[in-house]
């Protein structure tokens, strides 16, 4: 893999992050990097196991639509579960 298809892969990542945080959870990320990490890695996934469709660029527009969904979806997964485990029990004050 060349330079310039890891180079598309992050402005796609990006773009189709923002494209469904945006979609379906109805806001983005705080930071660039957390925007696009997941589709990446999703993608990279994605073009290694099941490239669907034409090529462009050396990238598969229809196996990256596909995997930065999944990447968005697994990243919601994730932070929900961390919510939930993670959250700081609510105490509730005793009068004494």
């Known amino acids: 893999m060349d ?27 705080d930071t660039i990097w957390r925007t696009a990490a997941f589709p990446f890695i999703a993608i990279v996934f994605g073009e290694t196991y099941a490239q669907l469709g034409p090529q462009l660029g050396h990238l598969h527009p229809l196996t990256a639509l596909i995997a930065a969904l999944v990447g968005v979806l697994v990243d919601w ?20």
């Open 3 to 29: 330079f310039g298809t890891v180079v598309l892969m992050g402005a796609v990542a990006y773009g189709l992050g923002l494209f469904w945080y945006g979609l379906i959870l109805g806001r983005s990320q």
């Open 77 to 96: 997964a994730v932070g929900t579960i961390r919510g939930v485990v993670f959250a700081p029990k609510a105490r509730t004050a005793s009068a004494h």
